[in-house]
């Protein structure tokens, strides 16, 4: 594992009992995670695959079964990581009775920001999620969309090193979803850290460097986005410039073959695809780690151990 | 009327400073506690892993990270001041301030009830205001902090504070001040639209007498003195020669007087040491009394008009210096009303006096408490006994706060409301409890007491010693020891009652006013700490 790890997860465990210690069910099995700095990491998964457990273990919100969750270099239970940490929850769980400043102004003074420090960065906030005309109304007044961007500012008022984001984009109109995008990646290019998770693939697919695939608790896939969407087994010809008679000569080829070409190269499926065959397979063969058929590939993690 | 009923028998007590060794005592109590508190998360930790080894490990972390966010707890005031803000905003824009006018509804048809006698006037709106102010705050104020954090947690609002840098302590404290400024802010809207409203309702006469806050000198017990069986008490009664505790019981059952015959050598002896320099100035001092007047002939002997039947009381003065008498005054004894002697000042020069009473009716008796005679040493306002009156309804509320912040790191909205309500009803039985589990007051445990109601089997006799009755009185043993340790960790708060002060016109002792905050004090810090551990160690979201 390098320095640069943000995050890191060893044998991260979660299992809800009931007020009897009876096991209820296994919410994350001995997850392995590692996100570098400046990356933006996917955590994917259907509803109930641990997703939301993931990131509520590594706020601290939940305490582990077993194993631990290091959070820029600290222990997930320590306080003290929360300085550099900005988090949106599933939600906007914020006080309904506040206006938008005093949103802002509240969670600026829990990280003891001078207020003249605390003013500036509100203004800007508020400008940067397109509040302006809505500063001044509370909170219970505000649509779903007006709450989603009211979350995000309060998730970086102290200027994160790592922001937490869980389902940023749920509830926002595809204006809005696209604005958001545009924010996340505008938060990578000044060198922060995301971790998002989401149901939504196409979000996903678009900005996010590294995802990791959730199901039933247990990790399925890890990778880079352009190499798991990549199809090593279709090809892909794009070529310009070609005179006649080598354009006929390719086309007898691929007649040959029975083909019909058009460009060259590895084609993409999309993440939706992938993500649907890998939770078929998942539930096929319950606690398999999901192996590509590639050939020549191995997994860039090794397969975890079903229990 | 210039009596306030005091059960005691030493009342000079009310008026004297706590005693030095109290911050060890709450120390080892804390300590002692502590260490069950201890063992209790040990036990807890144990279950969960499995592992005594990684319960200790885990046990003793918990607990040094606990004390050191409790050390440092001054760092975060300004996250504090915060959260305090945002209790005291949520209280404001939730409109709860409006329970206020609830609070005048009843305002307006006290007057119906209102007793004929001026005597009587003063207490009963005084005792109104006070209940009107107790029972409209303290159960708004267990609703709103007993579902304040509940709804936190429920509504997930916490996730986005407790992902701050804010320590979980912080969001303890910082609640229980916001709670507190918004009910401090309330207790004194409300104190003063009472104090306005009993000023406008109280006559010209019941305010020259009671509108006022005396301040008595209380006999105290001397050292040099001592009754026959070697009692030492402020008031001693002379009876067959020799000096008793207790004066002729005249069969009343309240035994809180006790009484002197008339026309004997019979005497009541009140010992006084004071600082005589406080009367330097002063040519004459008052000494009010209330005495009983027990008769054994009929007809009213303090009627109107019957001067010469009265019943005449001798009061004399003695300096215990020189053992002469400095001043002596016979006067016929107001029944209830009480009367004033105006002695002068030069008598108490000493600061060392003895105050002999003596019924001088034949056939007629005189009843007297230790607090019955006292010097009058000064008088205040009574708007400023008032509000000492408020600051220990104020401590209550702390009190209760406190306890239901508590409660709801570890319970539900309304099951908080249910304990706190309860905590507060109990502190009320506190001395019956008490008294249950010492064994004073009869009955036995719950088993044996519902026993005797069932078979109508009296109190002082034994129970049958039959199987059953030996079955339940064991398990009354068990249940006596678990409501024994409920006893002493339930607050006392009959100590949180000083409305009898007010109203009677007496000032609230500023020894006792300390006490109360000391009290309230030292309960709710442990309760609050303990609560803090609770929080700490448990999972915010589900």
């Known amino acids: ?307 | 009327m210039f009596a306030m009923v005091i059960e005691t028998t030493n009342p000079s007590l009310l008026y004297s400073m706590p005693h030095w060794s109290l911050p060890f005592w709450w120390i080892g109590t804390v300590l002692i506690l502590s260490v069950f508190g201890f063992a209790g998360a040990l036990l807890l930790t144990w279950l969960k892993t499995h592992s005594a080894a990684r319960a200790f490990q885990l046990t003793v972390k918990a607990l040094f990270e606990g004390l050191i966010e409790i050390v440092t707890l001054p760092a975060g005031c300004s996250r504090i001041f915060a959260l305090a803000k945002l209790s005291f905003r949520e209280a404001i824009r939730r409109r709860i301030l409006y329970v206020f006018f609830l609070f005048l509804i009843p305002f307006l048809f006290a007057g119906w009830y209102l007793p004929n006698s001026p005597e009587g006037q003063l207490r009963f709106l005084v005792a109104f205001v006070n209940g009107a102010i107790s029972w409209l705050l303290i159960p708004l104020s267990v609703f709103l902090v007993s579902m304040s954090l509940p709804t936190d947690i429920q509504q997930h609002t916490i996730y986005t504070v407790v992902t701050k840098p804010v320590r979980r302590l912080e969001i303890l404290v910082g609640r229980i001040l916001g709670f507190m400024g918004i009910f401090t802010l309330v207790l004194l809207i409300m104190g003063g639209v009472g104090l306005i409203y009993l000023r406008g309702q109280s006559d010209a006469t019941v305010r020259q007498s009671q509108w006022t806050a005396r301040v008595p000198i209380y006999a105290t017990a001397p050292e040099d003195v001592t009754t026959a069986n070697e009692l030492k008490l402020p008031l001693m009664f002379y009876k067959k020669g020799q000096l008793q505790a207790q004066g002729t019981n005249v069969g009343k059952e309240w035994a809180y007087r006790s009484h002197i015959e008339g026309a004997t050598s019979d005497s009541a002896h009140w010992f006084f040491q004071f600082d005589p320099s406080q009367f330097q100035n002063r040519e004459e001092v008052p000494v009010e009394l209330t005495f009983d007047i027990f008769k054994t002939t009929k007809g009213d002997p303090t009627r109107p008009g019957a001067e010469e039947s009265g019943v005449w009381c001798l009061l004399r003065f003695v300096d215990r210096k020189t053992g002469e008498t400095v001043f002596d005054r016979t006067f016929r004894v107001n029944n209830n009303r009480g009367n004033v002697v105006y002695v002068p000042a030069k008598a108490f020069a000493s600061g060392n006096v003895e105050v002999i009473a003596q019924c001088l009716t034949r056939n007629q008796f005189l009843g007297m408490a230790p607090a019955d005679l006292y010097l009058l040493a000064d008088e205040r306002t009574f708007e400023g006994n008032f509000l000492k009156g408020l600051v220990t309804i104020w401590l209550k509320i702390l009190l209760l706060t406190c306890v239901a912040v508590t409660a709801s790191t570890f319970l539900k909205g309304f099951v908080t409301i249910l304990f706190t309500f309860m905590v507060y009803i109990l502190g009320f039985f506190h001395d019956f409890m008490i008294g249950i589990v010492t064994g004073q007051v009869r009955g036995g445990g719950p088993l044996e007491s519902s026993i005797r109601l069932f078979t109508q089997n009296n109190q002082v006799t034994d129970l049958d010693p039959n199987f059953f009755n030996r079955i339940a009185l064991g398990v009354d043993m068990l249940l006596l020891e678990l409501m024994r340790a409920l006893a002493y960790i339930i607050p006392n708060l009959t100590l949180l009652d000083t409305a009898e002060f007010v109203a009677s016109g007496f000032d609230i002792p500023w020894a006792l006013l300390l006490r109360n905050a000391l009290f309230v004090i030292g309960y709710v810090v442990p309760v609050v700490i303990f609560g803090y551990f609770v929080f700490k160690n448990r999972e915010l979201a589900a």
């Open chain 1, 1 to 307: 594992m390098t320095t640069d790890a943000v995050i890191e997860t060893r044998n991260l465990t979660k299992v809800y009992r009931d007020f009897w210690g009876r096991k209820k069910v296994d919410a994350l099995k001995s997850l392995n995670l590692t996100v570098q700095r400046g990356e933006i990491f996917g955590l994917l998964g259907p509803n109930g695959s641990g997703k939301t457990t993931s990131i509520k273990l590594l706020l601290g919100l939940l305490f582990p079964s077993n194993g631990e969750a290091l959070v820029l270099g600290k222990p997930a239970s320590d306080v003290a990581k929360n300085e550099r940490i900005g988090y949106l929850p599933e939600e906007s769980y914020l006080y309904r009775f506040l206006n938008a400043e005093e949103t802002l102004d509240f969670y600026g003074r829990l990280f003891d920001i001078s207020g003249k420090e605390r003013r500036k960065r509100i203004d800007s906030l508020i400008q940067q999620v397109g509040l302006n005309r809505a500063r001044k109304r509370v909170l219970k007044e505000y649509s779903k969309g007006m709450t989603r961007r009211i979350g995000v500012a309060q998730a970086l008022i102290n200027d994160p090193e790592l922001i937490l984001l869980d389902e940023p984009t749920s509830g926002l109109d595809p204006l809005g979803t696209r604005e958001m995008k545009d924010l996340i990646r505008s938060l990578r290019d000044e060198g922060k850290t995301v971790v998002l998770c989401s149901h939504l693939l196409a979000d996903v697919q678009d900005v996010c460097d590294r995802i990791a695939i959730l199901h039933q608790g247990e990790l399925k896939e890890l990778g880079r986005v352009s190499d798991l969407l990549s199809i090593q087994d279709m090809t892909e010809i794009k070529v310009g410039g070609l005179s006649d008679e080598a354009k006929e000569e390719i086309r007898q080829v691929v007649a040959r073959h029975n083909g019909n070409l058009v460009s060259m190269g590895h084609p993409s499926t999309t993440l939706e695809d992938l993500f649907l065959k890998i939770i078929r397979e998942s539930e096929a063969h319950p606690g398999r780690r999901y192996l590509p058929e590639r050939e020549g590939e191995q997994p860039t993690e090794p397969p975890v151990s079903s229990n």
